[in-house]
Structures are given as C-alpha cells and as structure tokens.
C-alpha cells in the first residue's frame, strides 16, 4: 500500500487573520500520513476549508489553494500546494510500505 506525508515547510509571518489560520489548518496535516486513495478527498477538504475561512473572515485578501505536482512522468507523484503565500506545504509520495 502507498502513502503520503504531509509535509509543512516554511512559515512566513502571517499579515492577517486568514493567514494565521490557514497557517494552523496546514499543521493539523503536517506529518500525516495519508492513503494514496484518499489523497484527492484529502486535497478537496484542504480546498475547501481555506474557502470556508475566507468566508469566515471577510475582510481580508482572499486565499486560493491548488495542488500541482511538479513531475508528471514520475512514478511517484507529489502534490505540492500552491496559492498560500503564508506556508509551503506538499505531500509527498511514498514508496510501497507494509503495516
């Protein structure tokens, strides 16, 4: 079976309240790992949660969230965050591990 593991890099400061929070939603998923087949329902819920902050704090210059991977010819794919400016964040693909 295949996993991936969420992966939080850089932190910059957050300019806002939405930032901060997306910031704290980020780590909830930092060291996580996830099954390959739910990696797209994973993906979905990140996306639609930094919709729900934005909604949650109107004042504040709306965030978007998109996974891209990097590599598409590769046998393993990770899914890299893009959009947040606050925080790098991706999930790498791990090879075949038994449990």
Not at 43 to 59: D, E, F, G, M, S
């Amino acid at each position: 079976m295949r996993y991936y593991l969420g992966h939080c890099g850089t932190f910059l400061k957050p300019m806002n309240k939405l930032q901060a929070a997306i910031q704290k939603m980020f780590l909830t998923y930092d060291g996580v790992l996830i099954r390959e087949s739910d990696i797209n329902k994973t993906k979905h819920a990140i996306t639609q949660n930094v919709q729900t902050l934005n909604r949650l704090y109107p004042r504040c210059t709306p965030e978007q969230v998109s996974f891209f991977c990097p590599d598409e010819f590769s046998e393993l794919v990770d899914w890299i965050a893009a959009g947040v400016h606050c925080v790098s964040f991706a999930f790498y693909h791990s090879r075949d591990f038994n449990c």
